[in-house]
């Protein structure tokens, strides 16, 4: 009786063992097509950088990657190269972004419209994910409209008109924070519900003017969700959030100067609502920095610089 039991214990060791060493990684498979013949590239995203892991072509319209040992979960995405018309006008490549959170996905699209034509076959991360923005877009396209429509009423002294568009727009508003809120509850264990968290935005009173509107956004903006998440690194989640804001501060007919100081005041409002945790502060920092420089606008790199760096 003690060999068997000896033997099931060593038995069990070496099925455990054997587990943990030849356990295969987690992958990524996509079924395309009209792939063209040329190499897929498959990498991660930090704000605005894609950082290449790997490359391979399509074999009978799927192509297979890996995720590496330890991979951190986040939104990956793959570039299958540009069309005809890309390639004459100088547009950037087809690609489509996806979530990875330590599981395998399966995914099937098409090149000429990889996002639209999406399909989740395997992952509650992306099936969640892609049926949120679907569904978001239609409402964030309603709310434009809407918005449009009540600043053009208001702005001829429209005025029955313009409260039952306004009286509209604040239900949509409140509506469309309802649908983040419960998406978000659907979806807490999901690094897509950290996404969607991000998606939350202030109310924007349709009584308002444009421009009491404008104030108010630079008022509360940032203050819809929390800078304090580091695995949101991992996507373009902050950076969209930054770049959004900053152009609230760029007025058409501005002189260079002016431009200057409005973008100064917004760093110093940013810096206040993104400074409490310092990997993530320091990531926006190094995104402010790097897309200043690349607008040529040394002035504003200088203040970050002195008024955030040099204490």
């Not at 990524?28 to 498959?42: H, M, R, S, W």
């Not at 039952?164 to 509506?175: F, G, H, S, T, Y």
């Not at 009584?207 to 996507?235: A, C, H, M, P």
Request: glycine share 4%; proline share 2%.
């Amino acid at each position: 009786m003690a060999k068997l039991v000896l033997n099931a214990a060593v038995f069990l060791l070496f099925s455990l063992v054997s587990t943990i060493c030849f356990s295969q990684p987690f992958s990524a498979e996509v079924i395309i097509k009209n792939q063209p013949d040329n190499k897929i590239l498959f990498g991660a995203i930090k704000g605005d950088d894609f950082i290449k892991k790997d490359s391979a072509f399509a074999k009978n319209g799927v192509v297979h990657f890996e995720f590496q040992e330890n991979a951190e979960p986040g939104i990956y995405r793959l570039v299958f190269g540009k069309t005809t018309y890309a390639k004459v006008m100088g547009e950037e490549p087809q690609q489509l972004d996806f979530i990875f959170n330590n599981e395998d996905i399966v995914l099937e699209t098409d090149f000429n419209s990889p996002e639209k034509s999406a399909k989740v076959i395997q992952s509650a991360e992306n099936e969640n994910w892609f049926l949120f923005k679907t569904k978001n877009s239609i409402i964030k396209s309603e709310l434009k409209e809407l918005t449009t429509e009540v600043d053009y009423y208001w702005g001829k002294n429209d005025k029955e008109n313009a409260i039952k568009v306004a009286d509209e727009l604040n239900r949509l508003q409140i509506e469309h924070d309802l649908f983040i809120t419960q998406w978000v509850k659907k979806t807490d264990t999901l690094f897509a519900g950290k996404l969607i968290a991000t998606c939350r935005e202030p109310m924007l009173d349709g009584y308002l003017t444009q421009e009491q509107r404008t104030v108010l956004f630079k008022r509360e903006y940032l203050k819809t969700i929390k800078f304090t998440d580091e695995e949101l690194i991992n996507s373009q989640a902050y950076t969209d959030r930054i770049f959004k804001y900053l152009v609230s501060y760029n007025k058409k007919g501005m002189t260079q100067n002016e431009r200057i100081e409005a973008y100064k005041k917004a760093v110093d409002e940013i810096v206040a609502n993104t400074n409490r945790n310092k990997k993530v502060f320091a990531f926006i920092i190094g995104y402010l920095k790097h897309g200043f420089g690349v607008l040529h606008l040394d002035e504003v790199n200088a203040y970050i610089t002195e008024k955030y760096e040099n204490k």
